[in-house]
T-cell receptor
Framework: GENVEQHPSTLSVQEGDSAVIKCTYS??????FPWYKQELGKRPQLIID?????GEKKDQRIAVTLNKTAKHFSLHITETQPEDSAVYFC????????????????FGQGTILTVHP | DTEVTQTPKHLVMGMTNKKSLKCEQH?????MYWYKQKAKKPPELMFV???????INESVPSRFSPECPNSSLLNLHLHALQPEDSALYLC??????????FGPGTRLTVL
């Protein structure tokens, strides 16, 4: 089965700095890689995702890069703000391959990001 | 409606009680999921329903019993739980298996 490793487990930055979280996956069949942000006591919220036919995707201050050959993908947050403080989870799945309507997400262990004002 | 909703928000139950968790979505998603999440850990998949049929059971103990009455509703029936079952129970849904959207969860405490 798929195995996803996420680093670092904790990340502390000053407001305005950039933050980078990295994940590696094991199953070369995985083709969909979402990132979730979970604030304390709240639901995991999908913030950005990338598919295996794309190398990079950007949404305002957030970007994700994917290296299929090396089997790793990264989340980049620029100009961090205190409200970016949360736990971030990466995940991987082969999605709806084979005509199924569901995807079995394998999550990384999470990164606790703290942005200091 | 673009959200997954869950009730109740909090639930405290004894080990001999029977209770149910409810999840609802009106986004037309045909896949629905139950996850269990312990503090500071990622969500762990429990069950997947696809087109109202159970597609995945991740070897979950029988004291957890899922039910999908229709394409918008998902229930999780609880019976004879143990204190170690205390956790946040999250429901999610997806259209074609990719973008999964989570509900706010039910915080369950088993005494």
């Amino acid at each position: 089965g798929e195995n996803v490793e996420q680093h670092p487990s904790t990340l502390s930055v000053q407001e305005g700095d950039s933050a980078v979280i990295k994940c590696t996956y094991s199953d070369s069949a995985s083709n969909y890689f979402p990132w979730y942000k979970q604030e304390l006591g709240k639901r995991p919220q999908l913030i950005i995702d990338i598919r295996s036919n794309v190398g990079e995707k950007k949404d305002q201050r957030i970007a994700v890069t994917l290296n299929k050959t090396a089997k790793h993908f990264s989340l980049h947050i620029t100009e961090t703000q205190p409200e970016d403080s949360a736990v971030y989870f990466c995940a991987a799945t082969y999605g709806s391959a084979g005509g199924t309507s569901y995807g079995k997400l394998t999550f990384g262990q999470g990164t606790i990001l703290t942005v200091h004002p | 409606d673009t959200e997954v909703t869950q009730t109740p928000k909090h639930l405290v139950m004894g080990m001999t009680n029977k209770k149910s968790l409810k999840c609802e979505q009106h986004m037309g998603h045909r896949a629905m999921y139950w996850y269990k999440q312990k503090a500071k850990k990622p969500p762990e998949l429990m069950f997947v329903y696809s087109y109202e049929k159970l597609s995945i059971n991740e070897s979950v103990p029988s004291r957890f019993s899922p039910e999908c009455p229709n394409s918008s509703l998902l229930n999780l029936h609880l019976h004879a739980l143990q204190p170690e079952d205390s956790a946040l129970y999250l429901c999610a849904s997806s259209r074609q298996g990719n973008e999964q959207f989570f509900g706010p969860g039910t915080r369950l405490t088993v005494l």
